[in-house]
Every structure is written in C-alpha cells, then in structure tokens.
C-alpha cells in the first residue's frame, strides 16, 4: 500500500538544471517535494523546488546535509560523484537511485561498454586506448575513420574526436588529453533513442524516438521512430537488456545506432530523464519526469503509452557569445495549437547552450516528415537575436 | 512581438491554494516565475513558487510589497480584496487581472445577477431580500422553493438556504446573517459549466464540463458535459456574453444550469480558474492554468480543444474532525493506465475539505457513464481513514 501524507516524500536531486526543474513540475501534482543542490544561484530547477542548496555537485557536507532533509537521493548529471554519494549512504541510511555504482560504470565509457558487451548487449567493437599505437591498430582492424572517446567527462560530443588516418592519431589524443577509448565508427541510418524505467519489481520502455543531431548536440526527436517494425522491437529488447544491467531505480536514455546494415547497436547511455524524452510531458500518457519521480520513490510506475505523434526539438542558444537570455517572437510558438513552449529561465545564453525546446504534437493525418519540418519552422521563428 | 528573457515574467498571486498550486505548475514550464501571498506558512503554492509574502489576503502593505516585486497581479480567491487591489494598483502602476472592479460585481451576488440580466444574460427570476417579507412574495411570485443567498462571502453552497414555506423565512434569514438575495429555485436537469478565458483582444472557450454536485460540494466532472447540441452550444454563447461583462483579463469559471425544460441559465461566475476545469491540465490542449497565466500576461490564448472524454473526480477529506493528511492506497491510482493523482499538499484534513482530484481519461470506447463510474471507484478505494 503507498499512502500520500502532507508533506509528502521529499526527493533530494543533486543538480539542478532544467532536468530538475522538470522533474520538479512533475513532482508538484503527486504532492513530492523536491529539493535541489546546484553550484550556480538561481539555477534552473530553483523557482518551483521547496529549496535548493548552494553547493557543488561533489560537496559531501552539503550532499550530507541534502541527505538529512529527504526521503531519497538522485541526480540529474553526470557529474554527480559516484564516491561521495556512495558514502552519503552509507553515513545517513537515505537510498540513492539510481545506485551509485551505475553512475561509476557509466561515468567510464571504457566499463561501460565492457560491461554491457559482457551482459550480451550489442555494441560497436571499441578497445582501450593508451597510445597512438592502440588507435593505429583500431583504424586497421575495423578501418577508417574510428570514434576516439574522452573515457571521462564527455556529453554533448565533447570528448569525441573522429581520426580518418594514423596521421591524425596524435593530435585527437592530445585533444582528448585524458583516458580514452577507441570505437568503431558507426555507419547509422539514424539515431534512435528509448527511454526506460526501472522501477520496484517492474521495468517499462516508451515508444521509440528518433534522434536527430548536429555537431553531436540533440535537435529533433521524432516520435515514433522512423524505423520499421523489427528494428523498433529489437530496440525494445535492448533497452530490456540494458535495464537489467543497471542497479538502481530510474530512468534511463538508452542511446541507439540504427545501422545502415538494420542493426541495433548501444551508443551510450544516461542515468537520468534525457533531452531526447522531453517529448513524454505532451506526448506520452506519463512524462520522464514523472516516471522518474514515481521510480525513485518505489511507487507504481505509469503508463507509457503514446497520446499522440510527437517532434521535440530544442531550443539551442544562437548567439555568438555569452550574454544575457533573451528568446523574441514566442508568440509563434504560444498561438500555435498543437505546439508547447519549455523555456528553462536560464539566466545566461552561451553559443549552443540548452535554453528550452518545443514540443509539436500531430496536427490532423499530418506526416511525421512534415511535422517535422513544421518543428524547425517554429524553431526558426524564435530567435535569440537582439531584442526589438 | 513576444519576447521573454530569463528571468521571465513574474506573476502575483494573492492566495495560495490549490489554484496556486497548480498556477505555478503551469507557469513553470513558460519560464514564469509565480510569487503567492497567502497567511497559511506552507501554502500548497509555496513549495512550488518562487517565494510566499506570508500575511492575510487584505494586506494592503504585504500585497503593495508583493506588487513591487511582479508584473501583473492576479488573484485565485474571491477573498481578495478589491478596494485595496484597485489602491495598490493605483499606488505601484502594477495591473491586476481579472479587473478588481470584476471582483467587486462577483463578490455581490446581487449586483452579479442585476449586471449580468442587463446584459441580456438569462438568469433566474431573483430580488433583493430585507426582510422577512421580500422572501414570501419570492415564494408567491416564483413558487416554493426559493433558494436564499447571502449576497457575499458564500461558496461551495455556504451561505445558500433553500426555503420550502412562509415558515422557514425568518429562520432560513437569521441563518443567512447579513445582507441576502433570494432566487427562483431552478428544476434543473443538469449543472454545466464553461472554463473560458478573456485575452488580450480575444476570448477563447472549453469544451462544457458537466458538474455533478453532492452537499452543494463539487465531486465530479464530466467532459464533454452529457448534454444536446443545441444546449452545448447555447451555453457557449451564454459564455461569451459572460466575458462581454467581466472586465479584465483572466480565466472564468462559469455555471450554469441546463433546466428541465432545455433552457440554459446562469448560475455563478469566478473570475478565476475553476474546481470545474481542472480536467484541462490531461483533457484539453492548453490547462485552464496555463491560460490564466497567458491572458493576464496578454500572451496570446492556448488551444482550447480537447485532447480526450475526460472525467476529474474531487478528493475531498473523508474524516470526521481535523487531522493530518494522509491519503492511503494511492497505488490504486497510480497503476491506472488513465488516471493522474493530483495532491494539493495541504497540511490538514479536515470534513470535506478539497485535498486533492483525479483525472480519469476516456479508455478506448469507453462511455461517459462508465468513465464516471471507474472515476467513482478509483475515488473510493483511495482512502482518508487511518493509515495502516
């Protein structure tokens, strides 16, 4: 039996972007309070949290103090330290989900694949990186060009350096300057994406989305995926496979290569609600958000259904260097009748910064292909430019 | 144009409910920052608003403070005001909507009819009451019964008497306590009511939710009300004769009454969101809340089309005396691959208060009487009694 007192369970949420602030949207309506720790005043998850501690991401008096004040502990980046959140729990008792040793697998991209690889899930051949030698012989043996990775640290694309040639070895691991990885590089199709839940005794996977990105930053997913029916289930199956990997309750971005040969294959995965299932606040019967507020707290997890055909696309900051947030012309999102404005009140636009998205549900029979391109007109029509 | 900047607007709420509550949840995800007033510490807003000025709702100096710090002014409370809302805004230049002058026509149940009839607007036969006499020549001249009102500080039914005879007008006057009105008593077939917003230069209009009333007490909503065309239609346009009266911007909460004999008439307006459009937040393409939040800012109006029959259900307290909330077997919600809890977060339980609602959303064919039933049923295997 779940019972709901007033005040209701308290979600304690190390990081405090716009992935906080939506999940603390969603938290309201179920009664969950949500507090938040974030290094930067006034972050993003701030205004509609009960409170947020100013702190960094890997500060152990402050995630203790976080600790005391709530039910149980999550994260919504990466950057959350594995081995302070591990000590967290074991000093103060407070459960933390996803489990620490998930976000350690993960925060390794080198682990991350050996453990998956040995849990049976496909992906792409990959091996250890610690010279220019290792990278030679990995454009030998699954050819030109291969994916030199940053192990550590890398989202975004950051940390990801293409070598066509033993030429440029040297340079792109210099440019990585860290720990680093080797992959085959993948010749996709495309990009596709399932979010899924891990819950108590029970998982469930939403429809697949298809990822779109641009210089490695997400900026459309479509949903449903474009893809035929088996690739759509093998996906499925994957992420099941994932899902049973990880330790610890939440959601999960499970990145996919749809492979020009029509094979799935595992690109990466987060530990957290991920940009490419924004689309689930409008268009799914639950939202990501949701979803993982009722996964950490061991609640019944939701339904995943689609309501609706839907295109999310981001809102990307256009500007050439910081300044302040500014976004003109919302009104042709606003008086659009089967358009949502997300915009997450951060206070500064860096060039390619997450500022918000739009999410496009389905107009009347329309196709996906032109509700996508009705998605980028919208995001077109925004502007970040000087305010008139 | 539109532009927003970060941070966005900031919105003024004086009372901090639930309506607050589920206004700062819609604010949110805009970028709209929502500060409330309320004398309750630990409002149901407050956990999700950016701050709370706590002080009573007639505060002129609180709500003066409050003013300096936003934009606009609203208000989610009959209870506010409105002489000092108009010197405030005159004082600081900070508009209110809906127009204070609105919520004094609203606050007199009596000078509502008399604007409302003047306006060609069809309300049932009333008269001003003072005194014993003026309610028998209602009882003469209308039949019995009459209903008798107290011109201001009713809702949810406090404050209405019905009266059968002669012999219950004195009592039935005492009860009242202070100035009165009393009305023709209405054979109604149904209660209707329509969730209509007032723009900036338009006006839009929900889909008619049919109100099933228990104790005068709002319990449940069907939508779309179960009504003929004609009668859909009519209280359309009774609506937007409605928002032809009501001066200033903001959502309205109007009902009425579908009679016996197919007439529409009014019954009530609030010059706020509405227990009755609390569906729109799953039912309809743009929340009751969201819009409110559009139209005081003049934003342009969301869609007001209806995503799916939907029922929402009240989750009033079922306890006997004040006690701390605790609301068991909430799984039995949560599971339902067609309902979504809402839970206000208020502290105490006490009879018939409203501490939360759920939304039922139509399964595949499903009927309206059926979806109402399953809405029933979730209802009452959530429970308030003690937790075990």
């Given at each position: 039996m779940t019972t709901l007192e007033s005040p209701g369970p308290t979600i304690g949420v190390v990081g405090g972007g716009q992935l906080g602030r939506m999940l603390a949207e969603a938290a309201s309506p179920l009664g969950v309070d949500i507090v938040v720790l974030d290094p930067t005043p006034d972050c993003p998850a701030a205004t509609v949290s009960t409170d947020q501690l100013v702190a960094d991401?890997?500060?152990e008096e402050a995630i203790t103090q976080l600790?005391?004040?709530?039910?149980?502990l999550t994260f919504e980046i990466?950057?959350?330290?594995?081995?302070?959140?591990?000590r967290v729990r074991a000093e103060t008792g407070v459960p933390v989900h996803p489990d620490p040793a998930t976000l350690r697998t993960i925060h390794d991209k080198l682990a991350q694949k050996r453990e998956l690889q040995a849990a049976g899930i496909p992906v792409p051949p990959f091996r250890?990186?610690?010279s220019v030698e290792d990278i030679e012989d990995a454009l030998e043996e699954y050819g030109a060009p291969v994916m030199l990775k940053a192990r550590t640290g890398g989202y975004d694309g950051r940390g990801n350096v293409p070598v066509e040639s033993a030429a440029e070895a040297a340079n792109a691991l210099d440019a990585v300057a860290g720990p680093a990885m080797v992959e085959s590089f993948v010749d996709f199709e495309r990009e596709i994406s399932v979010i899924a839940a891990?819950?108590?005794?029970?998982t469930r996977a939403y429809p697949v989305g298809e990822n779109i990105h641009e210089?490695?930053?997400?900026?459309?997913?479509?949903?449903?995926?474009?893809?035929?029916?088996?690739?759509?289930?093998?996906?499925?199956?994957?992420?099941d496979g994932v899902l049973e990997v990880m330790d610890g309750r939440g959601i999960y971005g499970i990145e996919l290569f749809e492979t020009t040969g029509g094979e799935i294959v595992l690109n990466e995965i987060a530990p957290r609600p991920h940009n490419s299932g924004h689309w689930t606040i409008e268009g799914a019967r639950t939202s990501q958000f949701e979803q993982h507020v009722r996964a950490v707290l061991g609640w019944p997890l939701g339904s995943t259904a689609l309501r609706c055909q839907t295109v999310s696309t981001n809102l990307l900051a256009d500007v050439d260097q910081s300044c302040p947030a500014a976004l003109a012309h919302v009104e042709r999102v606003l008086e659009s009748s089967t358009a949502n404005l997300h915009w997450y009140g951060k206070r500064e636009a860096r060039p390619l910064r997450k500022m918000g998205h739009v999410t496009v549900l389905q107009a009347d029979g329309e196709s996906r292909d032109a509700q996508l391109e009705r998605a980028r007109s919208l995001r077109e029509a925004v502007t970040f430019r000087a305010t008139e």
């Open positions: 991401f890997d500060d600790a005391e004040r709530v039910d149980v990466e950057l959350a330290d594995q081995d302070v959140l591990d250890s990186v610690s891990k819950g108590y005794g029970e210089d490695e930053i997400l900026r459309e997913t479509v949903v449903p995926a474009r893809s035929d029916d088996a690739a759509l289930e093998r996906a499925h199956e994957i992420a």
